[in-house]
């Protein structure tokens, strides 16, 4: 009985083994999240962050790359209104929008 448990719990290592590669490292723990989530200790305890507050937090960044966005489309609509050409000097680039977190 102890060698069949032993065998699965053996088994299932080397099943899972490509999947650990993929996760987090955290004090001396694997967890299968996202790269970008954080791990906390809770009671003692490592753990992930909540997903509520993880999801929270990507939806923040995506909100003020939206906002910044909307600023950009905002100055190139005024100087269209105008009836002008629209030069790279009225519109600045605000840093990379698109970048990753």
Avoid: C
């Avoid at 009985?1 to 490509?18: G, K, Q, Y």
């Avoid at 909307?70 to 629209?86: H, M, N, T, Y």
């Amino acid at each position: 009985m102890i060698v069949l448990i032993f065998s699965a719990i053996l088994i299932d290592r080397i099943l899972w083994a490509d999947d650990e590669k993929k996760g987090v490292l955290a004090a001396g723990v694997i967890h299968n999240i996202a790269p970008d989530r954080k791990v906390e200790r809770v009671g003692g305890i490592m753990q992930p962050e909540p997903l509520d507050l993880y999801l929270k937090r990507l939806f923040e960044q995506m909100y003020t790359k939206m906002d910044v966005l909307d600023e950009r489309l905002q100055r190139i609509e005024a100087v269209l209104q105008r009836g002008g050409p629209i030069e790279a000097a009225e519109i600045p680039d605000n840093g990379n929008v698109g970048s990753s977190r």
